[in-house]
């Protein structure tokens, strides 16, 4: 595969099945993303960054860890898994390994990473919050709260990025 692959438009022949009926309507054009685009692009990234967030806190629930750990293990997860999605959807399109590799570091990282900072932050302030167990309502609260909170604030800064051409601008020539 050339390693600079994940720079060129990919052929007709590496884009997945009905792609031509897809929808360009929510793109821009040059020097700008529409606001549809960066919300698709930061529901996708939330979604991996809910799957493994939960999960690192269930895991580090059962197996009764402290806060500490139970997080780092959820953050791991989160990257993981947000990873894992583009990967899984440029690898579809017919990108090799390295290069969906490097697509989806360069697309999610940033959006990840601020969703991280933002949802944890705010567990981590809200009163309580680090102390609830799985069943209480207060940890659900202030998770799904710090979710919702990290779609606001990593949106406009996917619009900037996709708008110059980073981000998840670099998996749109992919599907």
Not at 111 to 134: K, R, W, Y
Request: aromatic share 8%; net charge positive.
């Amino acid at each position: 595969m050339d390693h600079n692959a994940h720079h060129v438009a990919p052929s007709s022949r590496a884009r997945p099945q009905g792609h031509a009926g897809h929808d360009h309507a929510g793109h821009a054009g040059a020097g700008g993303a529409s606001w549809g685009t960066a919300a698709r692009a930061t529901a996708h990234c939330l979604t991996g960054c809910v799957f493994g967030e939960i999960l690192g806190m269930v895991i580090g629930t059962a197996l009764r860890w402290g806060n500490a750990p139970t997080m780092v293990l959820a953050i791991c997860l989160a990257f993981l898994f947000g990873y894992s999605f583009t990967m899984y959807a440029v690898r579809r399109a017919g990108l090799g390994l390295k290069a969906a590799v490097r697509t989806a570091l360069a697309a999610d990282t940033v959006s990840i990473a601020v969703m991280e900072l933002v949802d944890n932050l705010i567990i981590a302030l809200t009163p309580g919050a680090l102390d609830a167990h799985l069943s209480d309502g207060l940890f659900w609260g202030a998770l799904l709260g710090g979710f919702a909170v990290a779609f606001v604030i990593t949106t406009p800064l996917n619009k900037w990025m996709i708008g110059r051409g980073k981000g998840h601008a670099v998996v749109h020539a992919y599907h």
